[in-house]
């Protein structure tokens, strides 16, 4: 970000109204899985692709999205692959100019996929991956080793024919030990890995991630030891990692917390955040804002409506439920040095 950018953010913040365009725009655009995360419910929504966002409305939405001023896309789910027709999806959104991540749980990319994402020029795709280990991926994410990592490894294959690849890393209780190896594992690729703690705001599986996926205090105590492992790599370059310095610090004292709030959180002026309902929220640890479900719609007018200035308001009362999201913590624009009980 530029000094401007950075002072128009700031006051931005300050007055509870966008001064700049939005970067980042996540969109769903399936709700259905195929894998079987504990800490996710997407996959025990109805294996019916009649339920998801038509074609039609996701090139509405992504001409909207284009003139609020998003520049760069995320395209994810439930498993995107399950769709058909994710390749004329992702055309749609090409032709309004996005620069597009497209994030999977790589089990269902094929040759095929990977030929299609060459040719319409998709330069990035994220594998969400939380160990190498094949009983212990299966236990957690529910889904075979071998398979994810073919994929991965075809797509790192040759850096000038293939998108980019990056890991992304759920940490829970149960894969404290492959945290290292997963990053080593990129380093050998030759490819980038960045985390984020396991949350439970706005998954309404509280119950069942605080009591099998929260890291225990004996657990925290190893994590302590990791992220400053962690930390080493990324400062002095011998782990490809993308997850910042800070951002890392702060994923123990997420879990003791059991929250996060920084000192100022600019998400609602920066990233548009639609989850597979194509309903609009302010970020993913909140509600939602405004049903984008029907063409017609006036994004802009949305953006800037006094529902979303209520609830920018309310983030910056600390009135928000917290989270530690990647997507959303880890950019140099949030300020990381506060955190509450």
Request: contains cysteine.
């Amino acid at each position: 970000m530029t000094p401007p950018d950075a002072d128009l953010l700031l006051e931005s913040f300050s007055r509870g109204e966008p001064l700049l365009p939005p970067r980042t725009a996540y969109v769903n655009v399936v709700k259905r899985c195929n894998a079987g995360c504990g800490y996710c419910a997407d996959w025990t929504a109805p294996r019916d692709p009649r339920l998801d966002p038509p074609l039609e409305q996701l090139a509405y939405l992504f001409g909207e999205l284009r003139r609020l001023g998003v520049g760069d896309l995320v395209v994810s789910g439930g498993e995107p692959f399950l769709r058909r027709d994710l390749p004329a999806v992702l055309e749609a959104a090409l032709e309004c100019g996005f620069e597009i991540r497209v994030i999977s749980n790589g089990s269902l990319i094929t040759r095929d996929h990977v030929g299609a994402l060459v040719g319409l020029g998709i330069t990035k795709v994220g594998i969400s991956i939380d160990s190498l280990v094949p009983d212990r991926l299966m236990a957690i994410r529910g889904l075979k080793v071998a398979r994810v990592r073919r994929t991965i490894e075809s797509l790192a294959g040759d850096e000038r024919t293939r998108p980019r690849v990056a890991l992304y890393v759920t940490i829970t209780r149960a894969n404290l030990d492959d945290l290292i190896p997963l990053a080593d594992y990129a380093r050998r690729l030759g490819i980038a890995v960045q985390y984020q703690p396991v949350h439970f705001a706005g998954t309404g599986l509280d119950d069942h991630i605080l009591t099998h996926l929260w890291p225990a205090e004996p657990d925290l105590a190893r994590l302590d030891g990791i992220i400053a492992e962690l930390v080493r790599g990324a400062q002095d370059g011998t782990l490809p990692i993308n997850s910042r310095p800070d951002f890392l610090q702060q994923i123990p004292r997420f879990f003791r917390d059991r929250t996060f709030h920084p000192e100022r959180c600019t998400v609602a002026y920066t990233d548009v955040v639609i989850d597979q309902d194509l309903n609009l929220r302010p970020c993913w640890s909140m509600p939602a804002v405004a049903s984008l479900a029907q063409p017609g719609f006036d994004l802009v007018r949305i953006w800037r409506s006094p529902e979303m200035r209520a609830v920018r308001e309310e983030i910056k009362q600390d009135r928000c439920p917290g989270c530690l999201f990647s997507c959303h913590m880890n950019k140099p624009h949030i300020s990381l040095n506060k955190a509450r009980s």
